[in-house]
């Protein structure tokens, strides 16, 4: 080979050399071990967690975090964001759990929260909140008992992905979205006591462009509750109960608020559950409204309340407001909705006197009650029924 013909094939072997090298420095993964933590469910590892993170967030690189078998004590901590890549993905095959005593965490809003991060994705692991003595605390009505921490918070986050995620037993909330964009939880498994106290499974508020699909979730509060400020959230292939059902709401508690609109839930399976499919709202004034909402592919199985919008919505009657419900509703359809209620009215539209539902459209909806033909309730709501609609409606 000629000195003119091998400088060429010389530069390309340096060049593809550079290439692989820079290539395998792209990305690093940080096993929390290494940093300290003990898989014994003992120690505290939160300092080794967060410097494992601190490693991830400042790469330059798509970074990973990899969390062992083991449980791994953790103390309440934030994961802070405005990091230098936007891909740090953490793979989880251990436990996380929380301390026993719930005055440790009880008094904070969460265990463990995100804060402004982007483009972290969660695989697999088990987080257990160990909420068991606080909801006995609960549910015994001492009155100093705490709140509670959420365990998982994602706030002022966007393309967050989240999977084969389990949740065992969280004091409060187990997974909540605040102020998030473009979401994505599938195969998810939430478990909760049915006597559990305020333990939503997946909650979103103030948040766009969210899907929660192929999960289960079983808990003693809503499977699914949906906030003020949701815009383009779907729904889909989740097995709830026992629980409360996936509620849009409470909305209305304040005077301004911010709507919720473009919400789909399909193909979803309500077992024993207090509601299906459920609207909630104060009875006091708000700018707050409710629009394009789309149920389709429902199936109840003994649940009590299996379509429901309640404008009057104040639990064990207490501290009422008594006042007409300023939300706006409108535009919901319920379309293959089949099933068993608990309780003889199947249907309840009780809607706002000063803001009736509109745009309400059956289609295609058979609810039963001990065999027979369920009934239907009305106060304040209009619409269409289409093709087969038992109970009969009242629109």
Known sequence: MSNNNFLPFLFLIITLSCSFNFATVKSSTYNVIQFGAKPDGITDSTKAFLNAWTKACSSPYPAAIYVPQGKFLLR?????GNCANKAISITIDGTLIASSNYLVTGKTDYWLRFQHVDGVSIHGGVLDGQGTAL???KNSKKRNCPTGATTLVFMGSKNIKISGLT???SEMFHIVFNGCQNIKTQDVNIVAA?????????HVQMSSDVTII???IRTGDDCISIGPGTNNLWIEKIECGPGHGI???SLGWKLKEPGVQNVTVKTVTFTGTQNGVRIKSWGRASNGFVRNIFYQDAIMVNVQNPIVIDQNYCPNNKNCPGQASGIKISDVTYQDIHGTSATQVAVKFDCSSKYPCNGIKLKDVKLTYKNHVAEASCNHAGGAALGLVQPESCL
């Open 247 to 249: 509620s849009i709401g």
């Open 167 to 169: 949740s065992v037993n």
């Open 135 to 137: 909801w006995n605390c």
């Open 76 to 80: 309440t901590v934030t994961f802070s």
């Open 194 to 202: 049915g006597n559990s106290p305020n333990t939503d499974g997946i």
């Open 214 to 216: 192929n999960s289960k």
